[in-house]
């Protein structure tokens, strides 16, 4: 379960699940957008076997649902096993050398770029790029980006903020301009927030999430700073 959808296990099809999107308050063009959106996807995996390989792509869309079904990554762990200590370990060394070397996180870190750099060399943003949507192969370190429902063309355009707290570039979220909305009498709320996304908006989160891999910390969130808040307050 999750905000924009629920995975479901395929009886007797084990290899794949179905993600159902939430619609429940989307209107009907938004709908239409996001099988068009969908379809695209679908075209796209079956032409570009380096995208079929580092993203997760609809196999088929569903007759009555919004949604799709895909390939189940099923000899990967999520990205955050590799970034969070577990609360009761009682010796950190033991559990950082058996399972999660410096040599496994580096060649982890340098898959992640080369997957990265496909999905640009195809002509696209991620546009979302989080720990939460990086799978690891659990013997290989090879890298699939899941969740692409968010991913876009260059050139598409796009409606609200796309990305994750924590790993956004600083240029993907706007403030609206409160003087513009005074001086013409509108609401704050109307004004847009969407910034600008590109391939060095993934890069930017690409590198947090390499930071993290090594040191197991955030670069931004951390002890206070001098002025007493947190310095990703």
């Known amino acids: ?21 939430n619609d429940d308050k989307l209107t009907q063009l938004q709908k239409k957008d996001i099988y068009e959106h969908l379809k695209w996807l679908k075209d796209l995996g079956s032409r570009n076997k380096n995208i079929r390989q580092c993203m997760t792509v609809p196999k088929a869309l569903l007759d009555d649902y919004l949604g ?9 762990e999520s990205l955050k ?10 010796q950190f060394d033991d559990w950082y050398v058996k399972h999660y070397t410096f ?14 750099r496909e999905i640009h060399l195809a002509g696209l943003i991620f546009t979302d790029l989080s720990p939460n949507n990086i799978m690891v192969h659990n013997k290989q370190n ?9 991913t876009r063309r260059r050139s598409d355009l796009y409606h ?22 005074q001086k013409n009498k509108i609401g704050i709320d109307v ?10 908006t993934d890069i930017f989160s690409a590198a947090i999430i390499a930071f993290q891999i090594l040191t197991l910390q955030h670069p931004f969130i951390g002890d206070l700073n001098l002025c007493g808040v947190r310095a990703y307050d």
């Open 191 to 200: 004004l847009s927030k969407n910034g600008r996304l590109s391939s060095e």
């Open 160 to 181: 609200g903020v796309l990305g994750t707290p924590g790993y956004m570039a600083p240029e993907v979220y706007r403030k609206p301009d409160e003087e513009l909305a």
């Open 142 to 150: 090879q890298i699939v980006f899941i969740d692409t429902d968010n």
């Open 68 to 76: 799709y079904i895909m390939i189940k990554a099923s000899e990967h």
């Open 1 to 21: 379960g999750g905000l924009e959808g629920n995975i479901f296990d395929v009886e007797g099809l084990p290899t794949h699940v179905i993600k159902i999107i």
């Open 81 to 90: 096993k590799y970034i969070t200590v577990p609360e009761e370990l009682e």
């Open 103 to 116: 040599k496994k996180r580096y060649q982890i870190i340098c898959n992640l770029f080369s997957s990265l």
